[in-house]
């Protein structure tokens, strides 16, 4: 029986995949690989290996996490080296630990490679720093996906009252009703607040704005994004270096400044 290594492969930049994940790839027999994943990634792994996409979009799952959880054991237990390559970090909002659990049960070896999660790199590549001295003491990440039986009144009040900075996983399709909440439960109107569209890569799109404003300022931005929610936010007009970057090796730059 071989490992499973359960790999973060960062937020989208290539070269953002950790050395540990780099080599995992390079090992494997068997690839189970994410929608959101940097597929050049792929050209890394050995010329034997089976590459098997498990993409999941909002509408379209192309397989359950049940079916991805079978092959994971079914490849192990055949002797078979195995990566699951999974976008940002697999312990955060990456469903790893169900995997880890279904590896565990069947007393299958298994390895976790973090990964760089897209709730800290897309705010980095906006040049929003989630921390700050002056402005933020702690960072707080969620889901827009609430789980199954959550009291969202009182789910939202807690989020409220406990974030300096609030970074917002899967958040898009309800950004209507993450503003509401927030100005129901006590955050100011004024309060800043960005949405960054594939951060990290050449595609990264960046709206700024407030409360108040952003509904109608982001009606471009898609998944996948982040939304990131505090003062921070205003720091986006001294540190946006990834714009300038782009202009100076020629790709287009993509952003709205509120």
């Not at 092959?71 to 999974?86: D, F, H, I, M, S």
């Not at 009182?154 to 974030?163: A, G, L, P, T």
């Amino acid at each position: 029986m071989k490992k499973v290594f359960l790999v973060g492969a960062g937020p989208g930049d290539l070269e953002l995949i950790t050395v540990k994940g780099l080599k995992s790839i390079q090992q494997s027999d068997v690839i189970l690989y994410d929608r959101l994943i940097n597929e050049e990634l792929l050209y890394e792994a050995p010329d034997h290996a089976e590459l098997i996409y498990c993409g999941k979009s909002p509408d379209n799952h192309s397989l359950s996490q049940e079916t991805i959880n079978g092959l994971l054991c079914k490849y192990a237990l055949q002797g078979k080296t195995v990566t699951r390559l999974k976008g940002g970090d697999p312990f955060i909002f990456g469903r790893g630990g169900e995997e880890a659990q279904a590896l565990a049960k069947r007393n299958i070896p298994f390895e976790i490679v973090p990964g760089i999660t897209s709730g800290i790199a897309a705010p980095a590549y906006a040049g929003i720093p989630v921390t700050h001295r002056n402005y933020s003491s702690s960072v707080t990440f969620i889901s827009g996906v609430s789980k199954l039986g959550t009291d969202e009144e009182k789910y939202w009040e807690h989020v409220v009252k406990s974030m300096d900075t609030l970074c917002i996983y899967m958040g898009v399709r309800k950004l209507p009703e993450i503003c509401n909440r927030l100005i129901r439960h006590g955050r100011d109107l004024e309060t800043p607040i960005a949405l960054v569209q594939a951060g990290t890569t050449e595609s990264q799109k960046t709206v700024t704005g407030t409360l108040e404003d952003i509904i109608e300022k982001s009606r471009e931005i898609k998944n996948p994004s982040m939304i990131i929610v505090g003062e921070v936010v205003k720091l986006r007009e001294q540190l946006q270096w990834f714009e300038q970057l782009e202009v100076e090796e020629g790709i287009p730059a993509h952003s709205v400044v509120g």
